[in-house]
């Protein structure tokens, strides 16, 4: 099995190393193949390290620390970042898969100081204008799941920038699911051609003309039905989606509580309906959807749900070790070329 | 009580007259300062009158049946049925509003049509560049609903449109929940002011600037929560994020189905549960929230579902009336007007 190195931003996220320790314990216990490199304050981590690994379950060669004096803040700016924080847990994470000492890097950290740290430090790859944000999302059709980007990496994209997405997005569920030609939406506001703002329509053009699997436009009611393996968006669109969906699920979650406590009568079926509910949040646990990829970039940067708890952050590690796994930047830098190869000279892609 | 005189396309929506007639009839019924004229093909509206009339609990007097000649296909495209169709049950309805025939009108029709007809026959307001679609959405806050706009008339909004939107939110609101100062969100993929695209950030300059009650940005997973009373958001946005929310209202509904279907002990559990499984869907009935009111014309324009049954259909016609009471379209324009004269010279209205 090819050896991993992964550089886990160990400071970053709601929780910091409290989770983030635990969590890459966990993995390192599971993946032999797998070294871990904590990247943040030594001392913290290594009182951490202590509590955790008591019983020394995992041994220190695959278990590296390395210090970085700074911490991004949740709430701080991205240009701050960039600017004052060059020893961050984040920019060394970053630092460490450029200079090749990792073959990816995870971080809970504040996204926007992620995406553009990732960007300066690790520049885009050849005939990609710009990285996006794409993540998993359950569907209606049992065991399949769909991907969907931009999911806020980018608040205007160009025609051609949803082009590269959905190239970017096939790529990686060919990779990553096995899917021969995925098939790929655009997220737009009806299904008729006439649809849509003009960004969506000539990307559909420059989609429809490539040996890119598009199938055509998807509203937002449908990005749940399971047809799709790649659903294509601009990032303040797809941001909106994805959580927007959040919000329904967390509003229908509270009505069933609220319909399940109304009386003696209701909680007593609530009760009994207990293992129906469980088996319901269950179907669509969402630690296993956490670690968004940073997609597009000269390196592999996982980005999970700053709340992630320890179950949640494992998720997010495996997922980096898959791309890795899987070469997902070199798959796209070789398919972008062989599209330009074969893009219509009156549309190129760069 | 003030007499009011409604135009119905009869002909309109997925199921046309046969939900359409006994809709009319039961709204007639109840208001009786209500009269309805019901346009379409004439031969049909009597024949369905004659089918669910047949009692005569209405009397003719308040039920006018006003003959056109044509009608608008579903999948038409607005700018064809806006050329041929210049006898259809859509466009007479709006002709009667236009001519003042009418106070108001609903239909059920092809949303892109009827939005390009009523802003061709009607025009817009004075200071309003482009109408809006608003509708009326659930919160968590159990007795507050919330609206939003602009729902997808428009596939691009300049900082402008969205501050417009804004306005005429606030009247809306302020007319119809009797609410004196509608708190303002705008949609956007963070809540720190460096978040979100150039209209956005524009938008909320202009909006900070003005007397509206503008409180700030709000995220798609809030917009449920019930702090807005309104949130703006360009059209393109707001399809998206109404569409999804079905989306996932029926992605948790069928998982909930398959839940309680697993077993026999869960079978009998879902029985038990029937009824506060009941009390949730009714505490969310989507009826009640139908009917979109195209906002910034000259008129009152609602629109209903297009699958929408008597129920719904009902609601959509009430929706109409109460706009008609409150003079929307009228308060729309004098706090245009008023906005004009306190705007700061550099960022003028128009």
Same mark, same amino acid.
């Given at each position: 099995?090819?050896?991993?190195?992964?550089?886990? @931003?160990?400071?970053?996220?709601?929780?910091?190393?409290?989770?983030?320790? #635990?969590?890459?314990?966990?993995?390192?216990?599971?993946?032999?193949?797998?070294?871990?490199?904590?990247?943040?304050?030594?001392?913290?981590?290594?009182?951490?390290?202590?509590?955790?690994?008591?019983?020394?379950?995992?041994?220190?060669? &695959?278990?590296?620390? =390395?210090?970085?004096?700074?911490?991004?803040?949740? @709430?701080?700016?991205?240009? =701050?970042?960039?600017?004052?924080?060059?020893?961050?847990?984040?920019?060394?994470?970053?630092?460490?898969?450029?200079?090749?000492?990792? $073959?990816?890097?995870?971080?809970?950290?504040?996204?926007?100081?992620?995406?553009? /740290?990732?960007?300066?430090?690790?520049?885009?790859?050849?005939?990609? $204008? &710009?990285?996006?944000?794409?993540?998993?999302?359950? /569907?209606?059709?049992?065991?399949? =799941?769909?991907?969907?980007?931009?999911?806020?990496?980018?608040? $205007?994209?160009?025609?051609?920038?949803?082009?590269?997405?959905?190239?970017?997005?096939?790529?990686?569920?060919?990779?990553?699911?096995?899917?021969?030609?995925?098939?790929?939406?655009?997220?737009?506001?009806?299904?008729?051609?006439?649809?849509? *703002?003009?960004?969506?329509?000539?990307?559909?053009?420059?989609?429809?003309?490539?040996?890119?699997?598009?199938?055509?436009?998807?509203?937002?009611?449908?990005?749940?039905?399971?047809?799709?393996?790649?659903?294509?968006?601009?990032?303040?669109?797809? *941001?909106?989606?994805?959580? /927007?969906?959040?919000?329904?699920?967390?509003?229908?979650?509270?009505?069933?509580?609220?319909?399940?406590?109304? *009386?003696?009568?209701?909680?007593?079926?609530?009760?009994?309906?207990? #293992?129906?509910?469980?088996?319901?949040?269950?179907?669509?646990?969402?630690?296993?959807?956490?670690?968004? /990829?940073?997609?597009?970039? &000269?390196?592999?940067?996982?980005?999970?749900?700053?709340?992630?708890?320890?179950?949640?952050?494992?998720?997010?590690?495996?997922?980096?070790? *898959?791309?890795?796994?899987?070469?997902? #930047?070199? &798959?796209?830098?070789?398919?972008?070329?062989?599209?330009?190869?074969?893009?219509?000279?009156?549309?190129?892609?760069?």
């Amino acid at each position: 099995m090819k050896k991993i190195t992964i550089a886990v @931003d160990a400071m970053g996220g709601d929780h910091g190393p409290p989770v983030i320790i #635990p969590a890459a314990l966990q993995v390192l216990a599971k993946q032999q193949a797998l070294t871990l490199v904590l990247v943040g304050n030594q001392e913290i981590l290594q009182q951490q390290l202590t509590i955790h690994n008591k019983k020394k379950l995992v041994d220190d060669s &695959r278990l590296i620390i =390395h210090h970085a004096s700074q911490k991004v803040e949740m @709430d701080e700016s991205p240009a =701050h970042a960039l600017r004052t924080k060059k020893d961050s847990s984040m920019r060394v994470s970053i630092n460490l898969v450029k200079s090749g000492q990792a $073959d990816a890097c995870v971080s809970a950290g504040n996204t926007g100081a992620l995406m553009a /740290t990732a960007r300066f430090v690790l520049k885009t790859l050849p005939g990609i $204008d &710009r990285p996006a944000i794409i993540s998993t999302l359950p /569907t209606m059709n049992h065991q399949k =799941h769909m991907r969907m980007l931009d999911l806020g990496a980018n608040v $205007d994209s160009s025609a051609e920038n949803l082009f590269q997405f959905a190239v970017m997005g096939s790529v990686l569920v060919s990779a990553l699911d096995d899917v021969k030609k995925p098939k790929i939406f655009l997220l737009n506001i009806g299904v008729e051609d006439i649809k849509g *703002n003009d960004q969506v329509k000539e990307a559909a053009a420059l989609l429809s003309n490539s040996s890119l699997n598009y199938i055509g436009y998807i509203e937002g009611d449908e990005i749940y039905k399971g047809d799709a393996d790649i659903v294509v968006c601009d990032g303040f669109v797809g *941001n909106v989606a994805l959580k /927007t969906t959040e919000g329904v699920a967390i509003f229908i979650g509270k009505l069933l509580k609220r319909a399940f406590y109304k *009386n003696i009568f209701t909680r007593l079926s609530g009760l009994i309906a207990l #293992p129906a509910l469980k088996s319901l949040a269950k179907s669509i646990d969402p630690d296993q959807y956490n670690g968004a /990829t940073f997609i597009g970039l &000269r390196g592999i940067v996982i980005k999970s749900h700053g709340g992630a708890k320890v179950n949640a952050f494992r998720y997010a590690i495996e997922e980096a070790m *898959n791309q890795v796994e899987k070469n997902i #930047p070199q &798959r796209i830098s070789s398919e972008v070329e062989n599209l330009l190869k074969t893009a219509p000279p009156e549309k190129p892609l760069e």
